[in-house]
């Protein structure tokens, strides 16, 4: 069975600029979470949607947004990149419901120049 | 204010020996908590969960402890192997505002000598 895919797997992008990551959960699951990652942190929570809805959201600001679709994969979108957005950004999918164990895709790496 | 905190940034074991990873919290909403591994240009790995109604949970190598009362949960992997080199993160998850989120550590680097 195919894990949690994510693209693109490295993007690089200048300040002020729009960016829009992709993510698809692995079959069955309903749930994905989306996290960033800064070099020497643990990811940070950006969203979790679930059966299409926004279910939580982290302390980012509005410039981050997401949504999902009704195939479950999900998108992130960053507006007006600043250089501190640079990180990896990790997608997270489970079946749903507590105390499920996240599955993590291998992440997509923005850079911002 | 970092809700889960892993002290040591590092730690190297000799192969065959055990590797203890500490991680400690301050929220006490917190009911469940799990450890993920993760290795270069890779997510993390999920490798073992515990509710907060345990104090041990063993899968295989891995066993995970926890003490409620000191906030306190500890990653034991007996015997330690080289491709056990990695980073470990743990997490922590609680019901907030309808919804579990997970609060990561920033992660201990675990080196394994062989």
């Known amino acids: 069975d195919a894990g949690v895919t994510q693209s693109p797997t490295h993007l690089i992008k200048t300040r002020g600029q729009q960016v829009t990551l992709r993510c698809s959960p692995i079959?069955?699951?309903?749930?994905v979470s989306w996290y960033q990652q800064v070099l020497g942190q643990g990811p940070q929570f950006i969203f979790q949607?679930?059966?299409?809805?926004?279910?939580g959201r982290g302390n980012f600001p509005d410039r981050f947004s997401a949504r999902q679709f009704p195939n479950y994969s999900s998108e992130l979108n960053v507006n007006a990149l600043l250089l501190g957005d640079s990180a990896l950004y990790l997608c997270?999918?489970?079946?749903?419901?507590?105390?499920?164990?996240?599955?993590f895709g291998p992440g997509t790496r923005l850079t911002v120049l | 204010d970092q809700q889960v905190k892993q002290n040591s940034p590092s730690l190297s074991v000799q192969e065959g020996r055990i590797s203890i990873l500490n991680c400690d919290y301050t929220n006490s909403m917190f009911d469940y908590f799990l450890w993920y591994k993760k290795y270069p240009a890779e997510g993390p790995t999920f490798l073992i969960s515990?509710?907060?109604?345990?104090d041990k949970n063993e899968d295989g190598r891995f066993t995970v402890f926890l003490n409620k009362s000191a906030k306190h949960l500890s990653l034991h992997i007996v015997p330690s192997q080289p491709g056990d080199s990695a980073v470990y993160f743990c997490?922590?998850?609680?019901?907030?505002?309808?919804?579990?989120?997970?609060?990561f550590g920033t992660g201990t680097r675990l080196k394994v000598l062989a």
């Open positions: 079959s069955g699951h309903k749930s």
């Open positions: 949607y679930y059966e299409k809805e926004e279910r």
């Open positions: 997490a922590a998850s609680a019901l907030t505002s309808g919804t579990y989120k997970y609060i």
């Open positions: 515990i509710s907060s109604i345990k």
């Open positions: 997270a999918s489970t079946m749903g419901g507590a105390y499920n164990e996240q599955f």
